[in-house]
């Protein structure tokens, strides 16, 4: 069965302090997608970036980056020179090609970026 | 496009009550899904639909009925409410032919079961 684990419950930044969120994955299939997900106070999920168990090119965008490593079944996200708007509990996913469909979060990391 | 729609966003019930949560798309998504949100578990899956006549259990189904007479609507159902089905509720829906593809989620529903 596929499983997250977010082991960081909060992390606390000032900022412009760069932060990396941990996300480690586990799942018997050899095909599969990696989801961030953010949730601001305001509690809806904002959709950030989707990879694919076969891309395993690092991505950046804007002050975000990802980290995605097989061999370590990790899916790490960095975010430089972080910002207060930055402050939202963060999720990682797994959806599998087989399956529900559904996704499998983990538990979630609050971010607080003090000013 | 409204995207995912769901009502009501908040809403109280005594314990043994039911009530219905409302989920809507304009995209013309087939697969749609309910997932509830607790502290410290992330979101886990309630129930799915990979199309109007078609759905399935998810993680935690217990309590929970769904049905899905179109493709546009997925309503969730609490048949007597329980203090433990006190959540968040979201609704999200996505394109059935790519498993990888991006889930839209709707705003939320918060219940509180007394």
């Known amino acids: 069965a596929q499983k997250v684990t977010q082991a960081q419950t909060e992390i606390s930044v000032v900022e412009k302090e760069d932060v990396t969120l941990d996300c480690v994955y586990e799942t018997r299939d050899t095909t599969y997608y990696l989801f961030w997900y953010k949730q601001p106070p305001s509690g809806e999920l904002v959709f950030l970036i989707r990879?694919?168990?076969?891309?395993?090119q690092n991505e950046i965008s804007g002050r975000y980056s990802w980290n995605f490593q097989k061999s370590t079944s990790s899916f790490n996200f960095t975010i430089t020179a972080s910002q207060v708007v930055d402050s939202a509990v963060y999720f990682c996913a797994l959806s599998e090609e087989t399956g529900r469909r559904a996704l499998t979060f983990g538990s979630g990391t609050r971010l607080q970026v003090q000013p | 496009n409204a995207g995912v729609t769901q009502t009501p966003k908040f809403q109280v019930l005594k314990t043994g009550q039911s009530m219905t949560l409302q989920c809507a798309q304009d995209m013309n998504h087939e697969y749609m899904s309910w997932y509830r949100q607790d502290p410290g578990m992330g979101l886990r899956l309630i129930h799915y639909?990979?199309?109007?006549?078609?759905?399935d259990q998810g993680e935690v189904p217990n309590g929970y009925n769904v049905s899905r007479s179109t493709t546009e609507d997925f309503p969730l159902r609490l048949l007597s409410a329980a203090p433990s089905q006190t959540s968040v509720y979201f609704c999200a829906s996505s394109y059935s032919s790519h498993r990888g593809g991006e889930q839209y989620f709707g705003p939320g529903t918060r219940l509180t079961v007394t």
């Open positions: 639909s990979v199309g109007a006549g078609i759905t």
């Open positions: 990879r694919n168990s076969f891309d395993e």
